[in-house]
């Protein structure tokens, strides 16, 4: 193949006897059967992420919490739950979610700055491992829900270490100014306060300060301060026996060199190896990202202005990170390329009446043409999860393969699924 055209860089999407193919089912096959777009995912690739994960933590006591926002389709929660993760969650939605899927409570951390009432007690119901708590207002109403139910609730606070993750500044979440957390000078204070009320039972700390993180630097940066606070809290007398890392490790949206999860695990056996604490981490694009990739059909092309527009038919709704955050993802076309190829630029753009509605501007693709089928890869995480029916568009589908099989996961929206929440008053002036 022509070196100029990108192949897949991720396990199990590979070209076989001319076509791309997830493990050793044909894509294009997959598109025959259930019409595009849908997402496709290895549950192969998604158990090898964890079990990179695992060896490389060996040593350490560490649980891994999946943190479900990056994909909680239930097919992808159950074989997590099925290799021992737990769940990072943050929302009544997903601990519903996590039950039906089966992780048991003690199993589960809820996080999040905004946990209504009624996520309070379902949490608290559900016997979560523990609430990773933000503020000193959560805290309070934690105390005050757990006391009302005559529980006792187990919780960490998240605190803000003011690192810069280096990353996009929508996704940090770890530096001052940030809606996350209490801030590491303020957390001494709370912690105390926290270790006196009478419905908490407060064990611990927790730390995440962003997503897509590919340098080590930052979170090495953040697990030291927390091994400062650590010691610092233990000198007022006042117990840590849990940390929680908190996610954020990144992943190859091109080929490009993989995030170093051994440095990592180094990282937090030098900064927090010796501290004696359970540790919890919740990574959630680095499980499932490479395992995933949006699958769309070629509709139409056109020139304006000496560029090629080539128009899918997914859209920003199916797949929203390169409107949202100006997130590239590689585009490998179905088809393998030919030796007689050679890159076409082009902007691969969506149906959706939108100008953010483009995939970016592609100078590595061959030529495409009307019916060609394409796969965005890398597109396991915050794809699906955040897809929407922007221009009334049901909500994409899924396809989960294992070996040369695979199942519809997620079967596609009707249109009639969509209006059956809605109500015409027939009757009144409105
Ligand atoms: N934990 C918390 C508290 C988060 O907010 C997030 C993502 O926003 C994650 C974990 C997962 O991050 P990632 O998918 O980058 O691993």
């Known amino acids: 193949m022509p070196k100029d ?6 396990e199990h999407f590979v070209y076989q006897k001319g076509e791309l193919h997830v493990e050793d ?22 158990r090898a992420r964890v079990k990179l994960l695992v060896d490389a933590m060996a040593s350490l006591d560490v649980q891994i919490c999946y943190a479900m926002k990056a994909n909680s389709n239930l097919s992808l929660l159950r074989i997590l739950a099925g290799l021992g993760c737990g769940v990072d969650l943050v929302s009544g939605g997903e601990l519903e979610r996590a039950q039906a899927a089966g ?12 946990k209504t009432h009624e996520e309070i007690v379902a949490a608290l119901d559900a016997g979560v491992h523990q609430l990773n708590v933000e503020s000193v207002e959560e805290l309070v109403a934690i105390d005050e829900i757990a006391g009302a139910l005559g529980k006792v609730a187990t919780v960490v606070l998240r605190i ?8 996009h500044p929508k996704i ?11 801030s590491y000078q303020q957390a001494p204070e709370v912690y105390a306060l926290a270790s006196r009320l009478s419905h908490i039972n407060l064990v611990g700390l927790a730390v995440h300060i962003g997503s897509q993180i590919t340098d080590v630097t930052p979170f090495r940066k953040s697990f030291e301060r927390v091994a400062d606070l650590v ?3 233990r000198a007022e007398g006042l117990t840590v026996e849990r940390l929680d890392l908190g996610g954020g490790l990144g992943v190859a949206y091109s080929p490009e060199p993989r995030f170093d999860v051994d440095a990592y695990a180094n990282a937090i056996r030098e900064t927090l190896g010796d501290c004696g604490c359970a540790l919890t981490m919740e990574p959630g694009r680095f499980i499932v990202a490479e395992a995933g990739a949006l699958v769309t059909k070629v509709l139409y092309n056109k020139e304006a202005d000496g560029e090629t527009f080539t128009i899918v038919d997914a859209g920003m709704n199916d ?3 390169p409107a949202l955050y100006g997130a590239t993802h590689p585009a490998w076309r179905i088809k393998e390329p030919t030796e007689q190829e050679s890159a076409v630029p082009c902007h691969l753009v969506g149906p959706v009446c939108e100008s953010s509605d483009t995939f970016g501007r592609f100078t590595s693709l061959p030529p495409l043409e009307k019916s060609d089928f394409v796969a ?3 597109a396991g995480a915050y794809g699906s999860t955040m897809s929407s029916t922007y221009n009334a568009r049901p909500l994409v589908q899924e396809v989960l393969v294992e070996g040369n099989n695979y199942f519809l996961i997620r079967r596609k929206q009707t249109v009639a699924d969509l209006l059956q929440y809605e109500r015409v008053n027939t009757e009144g002036s409105i």
Do not use: C, Q, W
């Not at 055209?5 to 991720?10: G, Q």
């Open 5 to 10: 055209l990108l192949r897949p860089h991720v």
């Open 25 to 46: 089912v044909s894509v294009r096959e997959v598109a025959r059967d259930v019409g595009t777009p849908f997402y496709i995912y290895s549950a192969s690739a998604i």
């Open 103 to 114: 992780f048991p409570g003690a199993r589960m951390v809820f996080s999040g700055v905004g």
């Open 160 to 167: 803000n270490p003011d690192v810069d993750a280096g990353t």
């Open 172 to 182: 940090t979440t770890g530096t001052r100014g940030n809606k996350f957390g209490i």
């Open 231 to 233: 010691k610092v809290l």
């Open 319 to 321: 797949l929203m990170r």
């Open 376 to 378: 965005l890869g890398v």
